[in-house]
């Protein structure tokens, strides 16, 4: 069997009953600890998904494999509250790493939370439209659940790569229908694109991913009426080509943004 088949197999040992994109929801123990009492319904953003989505993969395809994993992975960050309860890491052994930024351990990318891990940053205040440091996992959530009532989907657009190293890229979307940081909701469509790689060891569990997107695609849409001034105040229109730079980047981000 080889690395293709064996992620296949395994994650068609957990397959859906619950959440066909979430199979491990169906798999939890009684003694699983929940951040709010209890697993996660995804019927709404599973909804958005299934209508935004650009591709749809073949069932059992690497592609969907890839996709459901790392629906997984990020379902068990944002709703659990101990990394020993994950059944998609490696706990020993997990780093997340962030355009180029240094690494996350489990628990620190579990403190963090999803949001705050992804936009993490090393800008000066006055230049962060969104300031990781000063929000919880909770605040984080709560900020980005009144932009996008509807959810924030993720599909995976093509795998270049298969285990142990799987490189991928992906898709982020959702609808700005509620407000953020008190900016007025446009009702438009914010999305943005990134690339990835995921290590998996021999029971497919991830030990390290790489991300690497631009942030400024992000808060394009969430600030389409304001721009952050050099003396920090917000004002007129949002422009990326004149925002600050937030990382060292990828060149094959930094590449697709310059060829826009």
């Not at 995976?156 to 229908?177: D, Q």
Request: hydrophobic fraction near 30%; include cysteine; proline fraction near 4%.
């Amino acid at each position: 069997m080889n690395g293709d088949e064996a992620l296949c197999k395994s994650m068609e040992d957990i397959k859906v009953a619950g959440d066909k994109y979430r199979s491990i929801l169906n798999q939890e123990e009684k003694n699983t600890r929940w951040r709010h009492g209890g697993p996660p319904i995804y019927d709404v953003v599973n909804k958005l998904f299934e209508q935004g989505r650009t591709q749809e993969w073949q069932k059992g395809s690497l592609e969907e494999v890839v996709q459901n994993a790392i629906k997984s992975w990020e379902m068990e960050l944002s709703h659990k509250t101990c990394i020993q309860d994950f059944k998609t890491v490696n706990p020993e052994k997990f780093k997340l790493i962030v355009n180029g930024r240094k690494g996350l351990s489990g628990d620190e990318t579990l403190k963090l939370g999803s949001y705050n891990a992804l936009l993490k940053n090393s800008l000066p205040e006055k230049f962060q439209i969104y300031n990781a440091e000063e929000e919880s996992l909770e605040s984080s959530h709560s900020v980005f659940r009144s932009a996008f009532p509807r959810g924030f989907a993720w599909e995976v657009m093509g795998v270049y790569s298969g285990p142990p190293l799987i490189s991928f890229k992906f898709r982020h979307w959702g609808y700005f229908e509620g407000s953020f940081k008190g900016n007025s909701p446009t009702g438009e469509m914010v999305q943005f694109y990134g690339v990835g790689l995921l290590k998996v060891d021999e029971l497919m569990r991830a030990e390290e991913v790489e991300i690497y997107y631009d942030p400024a695609q992000l808060f394009e849409g969430l600030l389409k009426e304001s721009t952050i001034t050099t003396n920090g105040e917000k004002t007129g229109r949002f422009n990326t080509d004149e925002a600050p730079a937030t990382s060292q980047g990828c060149p094959f981000i930094l590449q697709s943004s310059n060829n826009k």
